[in-house]
């Protein structure tokens, strides 16, 4: 069985920082992509920036500039190093994990996701 454990949310003024951590522990074998994903009250939940093993990013437009998605691979551990945050950015953060793990057969891979952290920012 495969947790994912984040931390690091809470209520910070606009303009202020924020870091959330996500950890990974199980059986893992290996993690491909890491994900944060976001879901604000009445909204869906978005995607919000990825890290492949390989350390290539990619964010969605309005946290461009401002956020910073990092991995420590020996860790099984994502970061998301939130600046400027903006009202807009409250929501509940999710991490995601695609784990390839041994099933006993041989080696294969499911999603797995945090519990999510709530993150409010006061304007």
């Known amino acids: 069985q495969v947790q994912l454990v984040e931390s690091g949310g809470g209520l910070v003024q606009a303009g202020g920082s924020l870091r959330l951590s996500c950890a990974a522990s199980?059986?893992?074998?290996?993690?491909?992509?890491m994900g944060w994903y976001r879901q604000a009250p009445g909204k869906q939940r978005e995607l919000v920036a990825v890290?492949?093993?390989?350390?290539?990013?990619n964010y969605v437009y309005s946290v461009k500039g401002r956020f910073t998605i990092s991995r420590d691979n020996a860790k099984n551990t994502v970061y998301l190093q939130m600046n400027s945050l903006k009202s807009e950015d409250t929501a509940v953060y999710y991490c995601?994990?695609?784990?390839?793990?041994?099933?006993?057969?041989?080696?294969?891979?499911?999603?797995?996701w945090g519990q999510g952290t709530q993150v409010t920012v006061s304007s």
């Open positions: 995601n994990a695609n784990v390839r793990y041994w099933n006993g057969y041989g080696a294969t891979a499911s999603d797995y």
């Open positions: 199980g059986s893992i074998f290996s993690i491909n992509d």
């Open positions: 890290i492949t093993r390989g350390g290539n990013t």
